[in-house]
């Protein structure tokens, strides 16, 4: 017995090497420097690094206005996403409905977030161009003509655009989440509601809903993530601009460490934006279980 | 069938009804998506002219597209180059992350070990850290290893830090009888050959599953070629692209043709190996 | 036998990775298994010396225009048939803030090239890694040289001097009854009249999305109103070089009132360079504000440019003002003190200067740098240069350390401000005050006095 156990100390110690490596090397021991240089003030070329104790800290909160800007545009993505989530539910649900064609329709939904997505920017870029652009095309064609705006350079409307956008993207993707949950509920417990004369809203509401909360609390959770951390789209569509109108908090965090060179500042925001995930991740799941509870389903 | 034909039709004119609803929601919705990749197709095969003259809406008549546009992307070395770069980032990420991805799942599954906790605590912690964020310090140690502007720089960051393949293997994992190592065990295996012979293989539509789904997020990748590789031959698919935007003066049409060929690579591997990229989605996100 | 090769394969990947992981101790062994992985998906990574005397340079450039020509003139051949013992491998940036950004990151990793084509701004930045070359034949040669001097030495040769000009197109001013303004009111006149005579002419075409064009404006308009090409250092000496009655302020405003005039065109933060050059080119915008190497772009675009006619932008209040206008020097060419082959680079420069610029420069739309090397400007250009001979040349500098750094921690960014004055509702005295203050704070924060 002493043989074979050493055996297997020596074949996960052999195996859980690497992997474990090359978390501490590039996962781990960069989001404990990240904390470190969150104290230092560092160009990111110098040799020098200042410490500065909770200054970065202070001025994040006193003298970055632009970075609240570009917080609050996290959250125009957060919030149109999560608009779009009952959406995505309904259109799970119909295709769960085994009409025909409804397989090729799951896979066209699915589709945009295959696609690459610098591409995809760039595609929409070109939708929606104020010179011969296609959105103002449809719009006309539509006889909207009064609803054609700067789409991608009115600060009100920008970040509207740009969160259309990532919607195409990643609704696919929840509704796919969505159906696959939908589709693993026994097809017997729906029945025996049919036939107990439940309609399609309550067997939603009492059997489809409750049973797919799992995913739904995973979907509210990336979607967290997804808002918070929000880069390609502004940054190949519109650089975050005109001005900070549509930065977002990556955006305006990697410019601050690679344009403005402020290492220590830009570690600072890193930080701040891994205490927010948690943050919200914690009181999302709070009022999903409050809601769950008043709801009546566990 | 029997029993449709017993109902009324006041009932059946309602079920119709529901289905002409739902057929109209999907075809919105299929409008929706397809819309923006139609116009830029269109716009691909217009010459600069017609661009100005037609609408974004309509294709050129037939007869006058023009494939120069496409011309102009598929002639470029740099396609060529980018193309190579992605397939090795591919090729090489997919396999080490297979192989690492199912034998830690197997470690943290079938034993009890003294560190296990930690590791397990390690691996969450990898989850939290946000991504892009952590680039401004992760290329202080990738420049300390001497990967910067190499494709080793991609390939260890992808094999560090995405953690999903973990997920997908446990859940394989543990659908394996232990009786299954045990006997092989017994028949005189040791550990390596043991998981090598008998777990790996019953975990291939895992495997399968995690290739694809690497494989189209590897090609996708915008940042990290963009961050750690600026050295001109080392530009991939999606890196490419950035460039190509840039030289192209102010022609969408030829923009539009590359995006075009640059979104193929990743629709055919859709089109083909869709059961294992909604199965990967889907067990990506049951973490439970 | 099977299973075993495929065990030996997985002991040799896991080899590989080890060994390359061995490296976060920073081992040799890591960056050679780093190389041999690489190696296979690029021929020509860097291995000096490696085959007999064959030196390798790397020469880093941003401008596309340059990449273009290096190919279609086959320079490195060129040059290889001259010096069969060096060779040297063109590396081409996005563009020049990419080049910057990536410059940072190679700096700290010892990364550098050894070749490098400057922006004037990036020769302070920089000036730890360049080396000195005071005492080359080719720096007497080139006049300007000695006026970008960082601390007395000469980091850099630049190959071309720029000129700005406003471009338009003669037959549609001819149509509108407008001519060539000679101050800045006239010139807001000029476009307002634009617009008054055709609503769907657009006066200025600015493509604003991308933050960089509104360079005319933004960075060179105040060194010209101020009358100091050294704007920008002299602003690090200040502790509220933005208040009433500083150039800045001042050409900032005059910014302002050609902004408010709104002859920008409907949307012009919705497009990039291009696509306004594009609008320019199919004669859509009656004038367009950029250097005189503008014109490649029209011509890619197979502008017709036989109407086409150029003013110097006229920054001045009255006609009894003196008529400045920006000279600048441009793609410097630099050699890292951090290069194994300073000797090579410094052949392949003498090299460049003498035997390809010559035909090159008569290429692109701008002065040459070199004294001893003639450059007739296209007419378009030159007509508008020759009309104008009391113009005051203000050669414009691209700051020193302590602006930097007062600017990166101001985050003080000028292109973007000129897009943000786009906006409706924008307050350029509120936002000047701000800049005066977060300016004073940075300078004692930095203790710069």
Not at chain 1, 233 to 257: C, E, K, Q
Not at chain 3, 8 to 27: N, Q
Not at chain 3, 377 to 385: I, S, T, Y
Not at chain 3, 436 to 441: I, L, Q, V
């Amino acid at each position: 017995m002493y043989r074979l156990s050493t055996k297997r100390s020596v074949f996960i110690g052999l195996s859980l090497f690497i992997p474990v490596i090359l978390l501490l090397c590039f996962v781990i021991y960069p989001a404990l420097d990240l904390l470190r240089m969150s104290f230092y003030r560092w160009d990111g070329v110098s040799v020098e690094q200042t410490f500065i104790g909770l200054d970065n800290y202070v001025r994040l909160f006193k003298e970055s206005p632009d970075l609240w800007l570009s917080l609050r545009n996290n959250l125009i993505y957060f919030v149109i996403h999560t608009l779009f989530i009952p959406l995505e539910l309904m259109f799970a649900v119909m295709l769960t409905k085994k009409l025909r064609g409804s397989n090729i329709f799951k896979s066209l939904t699915f589709m945009p977030y295959i696609v690459n997505g610098v591409a995809i920017a760039y595609a929409f870029s070109y939708f929606y161009s104020p010179i011969n652009g296609a959105f103002n095309n449809i719009l006309t064609l539509l006889g909207l003509e009064n609803w054609i705006r700067n789409w991608l350079s009115d600060p009100a409307i920008v970040n509207l655009t740009l969160a259309s956008v990532s919607v195409w993207r990643y609704s696919g993707y929840h509704v796919v989440l969505f159906f696959a949950a939908l589709q693993s509920i026994p097809n017997d417990i729906l029945e025996a509601a049919t036939i107990d004369g439940a309609g399609a809203w309550q067997q939603f509401w009492r059997i489809q809903l409750p049973s797919i909360s799992l995913v739904i609390d995973f979907t509210l959770f990336q979607n967290v993530r997804g808002a918070l951390q929000m880069f390609d789209i502004p940054f190949v569509m519109t650089s975050g601009g005109p001005g900070y109108a549509s930065s977002t908090f990556t955006l305006f965090t990697l410019d601050t460490a690679f344009k403005f060179d402020s290492f220590g500042m830009a570690s600072t925001m890193a930080i701040a934006i891994i205490v927010l995930i948690v943050l919200v991740t914690l009181v999302q799941n709070k009022v999903v279980a409050v809601a769950r509870r008043k709801g009546g389903f566990s | 069938m029997k029993d449709a034909k017993k109902l009324p039709a006041s009932y059946t004119r309602t079920q119709q009804l529901k289905k002409a609803l739902i057929y109209g929601v999907f075809l919105v919705v299929a409008l929706c998506v397809i819309a923006p990749i139609i116009v830029i197709f269109f716009a691909s095969v217009k010459d600069m002219k017609q661009m100005a003259s037609l609408s974004p809406l309509l294709p050129p008549p037939l007869g006058e597209w023009t494939v120069s546009n496409y011309m102009g992307v598929l002639g470029s070395d740099q396609l060529l180059i980018s193309f190579r770069n992605s397939a090795i980032l591919v090729v090489i990420s997919v396999t080490i992350n297979i192989l690492l991805g199912s034998i830690t799942a197997f470690c943290l599954d079938r034993f009890e070990f003294r560190f296990k906790k930690l590791v397990f605590t390690l691996f969450m912690l990898g989850m939290l850290v946000p991504t892009h964020i952590t680039e401004i310090v992760r290329f202080k140690v990738i420049n300390g290893v001497g990967a910067y502007n190499t494709l080793m720089a991609p390939i260890i960051i992808y094999a560090a830090s995405d953690l999903m393949q973990l997920y997908i293997f446990r859940q394989f994992v543990s659908k394996i009888p232990v009786s299954l190592d045990e006997s092989a065990m017994l028949d005189g295996c040791g550990y390596f050959r043991m998981f090598w012979s008998i777990i790996f293989p019953l975990l291939a539509p895992a495997s399968a599953t995690l290739a694809i789904i690497k494989s189209v997020d590897v090609i996708n990748d915008m940042y990290i070629p963009y961050l750690y590789m600026p050295k001109a031959n080392l530009r991939t698919l999606t890196t490419f692209l950035m460039d190509f935007s840039g030289q192209t003066t102010g022609s969408w049409q030829k923009l539009s043709a590359a995006v075009i060929v640059i979104m193929i690579p990743t629709l055919l591997l859709y089109l083909f190996f869709q059961k294992y990229i909604f199965a990967g989605i889907v067990s990506g996100a049951s973490k439970e | 036998m099977k299973s075993k090769r495929k065990i030996a394969a997985l002991v040799l990947c896991t080899a590989l990775l080890t060994s390359a992981l061995g490296g976060c101790g920073g081992t040799q062994q890591s960056s050679s298994s780093v190389d041999s992985t690489a190696g296979g998906a690029s021929e020509n990574t860097a291995q000096p010396a490696a085959d007999g005397e064959k030196v390798t340079l790397h020469y880093l450039i941003f401008d596309s225009y340059q990449a273009k020509e290096f190919a279609e003139m086959d320079m490195v051949a060129q040059f290889e048939a001259a010096h069969p013992n060096i060779t040297v491998e063109i590396e081409k940036a996005k563009d020049s803030a990419e080049m910057e950004n990536s410059l940072k990151i190679r700096a700290a990793s010892n990364q550098l090239p050894d070749l490098v084509g400057n922006k004037v701004y990036m020769l302070d930045r920089f000036k730890d890694y360049l080396v000195d070359l005071s005492d080359m034949e080719l720096t007497g040669r080139c006049p300007a040289a000695a006026n970008f001097a960082v601390d007395g030495k000469v980091l850099g040769i630049p190959d071309r001097e720029l000129r700005e000009f406003v471009f338009y197109w003669e037959d549609l001013f001819t149509q509108y009854g407008v001519s060539v303004p000679e101050t800045w009111d006239e010139f807001i006149q000029t476009a307002q009249a634009i617009k008054e005579a055709d609503p769907n002419m657009i006066p200025i075409a600015l493509g604003a999305k991308d933050e960089w064009t509104t360079y005319p404006f933004m960075e060179l308009m105040p060194t010209l109103v101020a009358n100091d090409g050294f704007l920008w250092r002299s602003m690090g000496q200040k502790d509220t070089p933005f208040a009433e009655g500083e150039g800045i302020n001042k050409s900032y405003h005059m910014y302002e009132d050609l902004v408010a005039a709104e002859v920008f065109g409907p949307d012009p933060m919705g497009i990039g360079y291009d696509q306004a050059m594009t609008l320019f080119s199919n004669k859509q915008a009656a004038m367009f504000v950029i250097a005189g190497w503008g014109m490649d772009t029209m011509r890619e675009n197979d502008a017709d440019l036989t109407t086409l006619k150029s003013f110097m932008l006229p920054v001045r209040e009255s006609e009894s003002d003196p008529f400045r206008i920006y000279g600048g020097c441009d793609n410097f060419m630099s050699i890292f003190n951090t290069s194994e082959h300073i000797e090579e680079a410094k052949i392949f420069m003498d090299w460049y200067y003498e035997y390809f610029f010559p035909d090159f420069i008569q290429k692109v739309d701008a002065l040459s740098a070199i004294s001893d090397v003639e450059k007739e400007l296209h007419p378009v250009l030159q007509e508008a240069l020759d009309s104008r001979p009391d113009a005051e040349v203000v050669m414009y500098d691209g700051g020193d350390d302590n602006f930097n750094n007062i600017m990166a921690e101001t985050k003080f960014d000028y292109k973007k401000l000129g897009v943000e004055m786009l906006t409706p509702g924008f307050d350029l005295d509120k936002r000047l005050e701000e800049l005066d203050s977060a300016w004073t704070k940075a300078r004692s924060d930095l203790g710069i006095s």
